[in-house]
C-alpha cells in the first residue's frame, strides 16, 4: 500500500523558514520523482519544486532563491527547506511521486503553511 506523508508545516512570521518533510513508503522511491506542490484557497494547485531520481532540481519562479528542495533515499524522504516565507506562500503544500517523467502518480494529503504576522 502506498502512503505518502507530509509534515512540517505551520505558522511562520514573514521573513521566517520551515522546512517540510515527505515520507513516500509502498514505492521505488529511489527512481521515483517527487514534487511539492502547493494550493492557497480560490486558486489552481502549483508545482512549487521537483527532483528527479538522478536529483534533478527545478522550481517555480515565485520561489527560485528561496526554497530548496531536496531528497534521502536511505529514509525515502523528500524535504522542502522554505526560507524569506512570504504571506503569499501560505497555501497547503502537497507532496508528490511519480515514475518516469510524472510527478503526480500519487499523492499524500498536505500540510498547511501560514506566513503572517
Known amino acids: 500500500q502506498v502512503q505518502v506523508v507530509e509534515s512540517g508545516g505551520g505558522l511562520v512570521q514573514p521573513g521566517g523558514s520551515l522546512r517540510l518533510s515527505c515520507e513516500a513508503t509502498?514505492?521505488?522511491?529511489?527512481?521515483?520523482?517527487m514534487g511539492w506542490y502547493r494550493q492557497a484557497p480560490g486558486k489552481q494547485r502549483e508545482l512549487v519544486a521537483s527532483?528527479?531520481?538522478?536529483?534533478?532540481?527545478d522550481y517555480a519562479d515565485s520561489v527560485k532563491g528561496r526554497f530548496a528542495i531536496s531528497r534521502d533515499n536511505a529514509w525515502n524522504a523528500v524535504y522542502l527547506q522554505m526560507n524569506s516565507l512570504k504571506p503569499e506562500d501560505t497555501a497547503v503544500y502537497y507532496c508528490?511521486?511519480?515514475?518516469?517523467?510524472?510527478?503526480?502518480?500519487?499523492w499524500g494529503q498536505g500540510t498547511q503553511v501560514t506566513v503572517s504576522s
Open positions: 527532483i528527479t531520481s538522478d536529483e534533478a532540481t
Open positions: 508528490s511521486a511519480g515514475y518516469g517523467s510524472r510527478l503526480q502518480d500519487y
Open positions: 509502498g514505492i521505488i522511491f529511489r527512481i521515483a520523482n
